[in-house]
Each structure stands twice: as C-alpha cells, then as structure tokens.
Nanobody, 122 residues
Framework: VQLQASGGGLVLAGGSLRLSCAVS????????VAWFRQAPGEEREFVAV????????YYSDSAKGRFTIFSDNAKNTVYLQMNSLKPEDTAVYYC????????????????WGQGTQVTVSS
C-alpha cells in the first residue's frame, strides 16, 4: 500500500488549502484513511479520519467546523479541505491508512504518506 500526500503550501491566515492523499496498492473501500499533523517540537496530532468501510467520519476539536475530510472513490483519493486557516495550523500533514476501524491514535495506522508542509502566516 502506498500513500501520496500533496497540496500543502504557504497561505495567509483565513485562507484555504486542499490536501490530497492518493492511495494505491489496496482495496480503497476496505481502509480507514486519516490525516495527522506534526508541528516542530510537537507530537503528531490527529486531525480527521474517514472510514471507507462504513462512512464514519470524525474530527479533532481543532479541526471541527473548519476542516472537511471527503473522498473520491474513482480516484482512490481522500481529501482534507481546510478553511479559515490559522497560524497554529502550521505543520507537516500526513495521511495514514489501515484496515482496522477508524481511530484518532497514530499507532492504529500501518501505512503512512510522506507528509506535506502547510504554513499559515499571520
């Protein structure tokens, strides 16, 4: 299984970005796909997860109301639409996948993408 994360960049506070996570080498519908982020000097933090098996979606408190996770089955891709970005959203964002039920714990996920940098300037 391979995950390719993309879409990061530099944006002003209040702006938007859409991250993509392309999943290959797996039956897309059998996996939970999550987004995590890690800021310098901080631990990896859960952002959102989309279970492809039962449609369960949930978000961290910091993402709720501003971020949306959704998928395109035809493209085997999960997206993270991020609106109303804040400087504290600055981090490397990672997508992760596993066949186990969705979870906010990074230890649940076996496969990880390479990360994409998101920088929000004030």
């Amino acid at each position: 299984v391979q995950l390719q994360a993309s879409g990061g960049g530099l944006v002003l506070a209040g702006g938007s970005l859409r991250l993509s996570c392309a999943v290959s080498g797996a039956t897309f519908s059998s996996y939970s796909v999550a987004w995590f982020r890690q800021a310098p000097g901080e631990e990896r933090e859960f952002v959102a997860v989309n279970s492809r098996t039962n449609g369960i979606i949930y978000y961290s408190d910091s993402a709720k109301g501003r971020f949306t996770i959704f998928s395109d089955n035809a493209k085997n891709t999960v997206y993270l639409q991020m609106n109303s970005l804040k400087p504290e959203d600055t981090a490397v964002y990672y997508c992760a996948a596993d066949e186990r039920p969705p979870s906010s714990m990074s230890s649940t996920y076996y496969w990880w993408g390479q990360g994409t940098q998101v920088t929000v300037s004030s």
